[in-house]
């Protein structure tokens, strides 16, 4: 009987524990990573345009971002955003996908490396070299955005 009792409390225990939400088939995989590349796409567009607003939509307000070892939340960040706008006239901006990791139906991993040439506004290169990116998009209310956001300059 302990036995028995044993095996239905270990099965139960198991199917607790098994995802509600069936595994994603290799095909939906391609398809979210599309889908998230594009709006990579379009985050790299409005950055080298600079233009702050646009670029901000692509975050959640509960953001957490890292630049090189400094970790600040979404208005931290949304400021770091404006000064660094302000300081440039524009961005030339080389990606170079690294990895993609659908996580789930609702949650992808980007991780990049990109080459980077910033011109100050009054046309000097300020800095040009490559800079790597971890960004966590999430899915909500229908799109995606970045809820984490990690970027090093690589010297």
Same mark, same amino acid.
């Given at each position: 009987? %302990? %036995?028995?009792?044993?095996?239905?409390?270990? @099965?139960?225990?198991?199917?607790?524990?098994?995802?509600?939400?069936?595994?994603?088939? =290799?095909?939906?995989?391609?398809?979210?990573?599309?889908?998230?590349?594009?709006? %990579?796409? =379009?985050?790299?567009?409005?950055?080298?345009?600079? #233009?702050?607003?646009? !670029?901000?939509? *692509?975050?959640?307000?509960?953001?957490?971002?890292?630049?090189?070892?400094?970790?600040?939340? +979404?208005?931290? *960040?949304?400021?770091?955003? $404006?000064?660094?706008?302000?300081? +440039?006239?524009? +961005?030339?901006?080389?990606? =170079?996908?690294?990895?993609?990791?659908? @996580?789930? =139906?609702?949650?992808?991993?980007?991780? #990049?490396?990109?080459?980077?040439?910033?011109?100050?506004?009054?046309?000097?290169?300020?800095?040009?070299?490559?800079?790597?990116?971890?960004?966590? !998009?999430?899915?909500?209310?229908? $799109?995606?955005?970045?809820?984490?956001?990690?970027?090093?300059?690589? $010297?």
């Amino acid at each position: 009987m %302990r %036995r028995l009792t044993l095996s239905v409390l270990s @099965l139960a225990f198991l199917a607790a524990c098994k995802p509600t939400t069936p595994e994603l088939t =290799e095909e939906r995989k391609a398809e979210i990573a599309a889908e998230v590349l594009q709006v %990579r796409a =379009e985050l790299a567009a409005v950055n080298e345009r600079l #233009d702050v607003e646009a !670029f901000l939509s *692509f975050f959640t307000d509960d953001l957490v971002a890292a630049k090189e070892l400094d970790v600040m939340d +979404y208005d931290t *960040f949304a400021r770091s955003i $404006e000064e660094d706008f302000n300081t +440039y006239d524009h +961005y030339v901006i080389t990606q =170079e996908l690294a990895e993609v990791s659908v @996580l789930s =139906e609702d949650a992808v991993a980007v991780t #990049d490396k990109s080459r980077w040439v910033m011109i100050a506004v009054g046309g000097d290169t300020v800095w040009a070299g490559p800079a790597t990116f971890t960004s966590i !998009f999430v899915r909500r209310d229908g $799109e995606w955005k970045i809820v984490h956001l990690h970027g090093a300059w690589v $010297e």
